[in-house]
């Protein structure tokens, strides 16, 4: 089950937590899916910075036909 389908909005720590990265790891994946528009951000303060999905992928009912979380950007590279 992905992360999105349990909440609207994540912080680096879950989506690190989810995907077994550093946090360091998190921010660099999480700046490549804000800029290839997968997520936004909901909560811009430095301490309680929140992510969301973007609008167009909420509304592409991929997450009620439940797809995971990690197939919300194939292709992007993670370093480990």
């Known amino acids: 089950m992905g992360l999105f389908s349990r909440q609207d909005e994540v912080t680096t720590s879950e989506i690190a937590r ?3 990265l550093s946090d360091r790891q998190a921010r660099d994946l999480i700046a490549q899916w804000l800029a290839q528009g997968w997520l936004e951000m909901s909560v811009a303060s430095r301490k309680g910075r929140r992510y969301r999905l973007s609008a167009v992928y909420r509304r ?17 590279q993670v370093n480990k």
């Open 60 to 76: 592409s009912g991929a997450i009620e036909a439940g797809r995971p979380f990690l197939n919300i950007a194939p292709g992007l």
């Open 18 to 20: 989810a995907l077994a």
